[in-house]
């Protein structure tokens, strides 16, 4: 079920942990909370209201009613052609990323043309793991992109591109990270 508890939680600038301590007695993980946040996890009417007291909030205000645009999805391309889809199933084109941030290529490097859009969905310190295509915010403020590398608590290795040589880059508790999640390319500028 989709629900406004990252965002919400991020509003007040709250950790999975901090929500999670707000919870109260028999206060769950912040694995727990995250996987209610992405829906992982099923969102009882029980987990609805405790976690709606902890950001004193209303439960309805904690479930998203709401759809953002959306478009048909018109026919599928499978081994024997073109099918056009009787019942054309809606694709919500807002449920690309959570909290989301993008780069965009002005030349063509490696993969990625001229025009194309990296979009980035960025995450808690607690997920980040090893990510192939990764966006990461230095506390200097640098952007960097590249492949990372866990090497500790708050602590990263980044082999940094699409620059004319790959860098390594050692990256001690960034502002954000973030992992790609989609790709856009416009088709009519070629």
């Not at 993008?102 to 859009?117: L, P, Q, V």
Request: charged share 25%; with cysteine; net charge neutral.
């Amino acid at each position: 079920m989709k629900n406004r508890i990252r965002a919400l939680r991020k509003a007040r600038g709250w950790t999975l942990a901090d929500l999670a301590a707000h919870i109260g007695p028999e206060q769950p993980t912040p694995q727990t909370i995250a996987r209610l946040e992405t829906g992982t996890r099923t969102l009882s009417i029980t987990w609805l209201e405790r976690i709606a007291r902890a950001l004193e909030v209303s439960p309805q205000e904690l479930l998203t009613l709401s759809k953002g645009p959306s478009s048909p999805i018109v026919a599928t391309l499978g081994k024997t052609g073109l099918t056009a889809v009787k019942v054309p199933p809606e694709i919500d084109l807002t449920v690309i990323a959570e909290d989301p941030v993008a780069i965009e290529f002005e030349t063509t490097k490696g993969r990625y043309s001229a025009g194309d859009i990296l979009v980035f969905d960025r995450l808690e310190h607690s997920e980040v793991q090893f990510l192939d295509e990764a966006l990461v915010k230095t506390q200097s403020g640098e952007i960097l992109f590249g492949s990372l590398f866990p090497t500790g608590p708050d602590r990263h290795a980044m082999l940094a591109s699409p620059a004319p040589h790959a860098s390594l880059h050692s990256i001690t508790k960034p502002q954000w990270i973030a992992r790609a999640v989609c790709l856009t390319r416009r088709l009519d500028m070629f």
